[in-house]
């Protein structure tokens, strides 16, 4: 079963550098508290490590 991560902004992204704010993009994340489900991969999870400050995840089962 392929798994899926779900990932959700908790914090805003006002006063970090622009690198972080392109990352948060790039998951799909706009607003605060806004959910997405992405693939699990070693991509995505580099850029959920990289904000980690600012979201929160958890593993779900695609089946």
């Known amino acids: 079963m392929a798994t899926q991560l779900k990932v959700t902004k908790v914090r805003s992204d006002i006063g970090q550098n622009k690198r972080k704010r392109e990352t948060l993009r790039g998951l799909g994340l706009k607003h605060i508290n806004q959910t997405v489900n992405l693939q ?22 695609n089946g």
Not at 40 to 61: F, K
């Open 40 to 61: 699990n991969t070693p991509e995505i999870l580099g850029m959920i490590r990289s904000v980690s400050h600012l979201v929160v995840w958890e593993e779900v089962d």
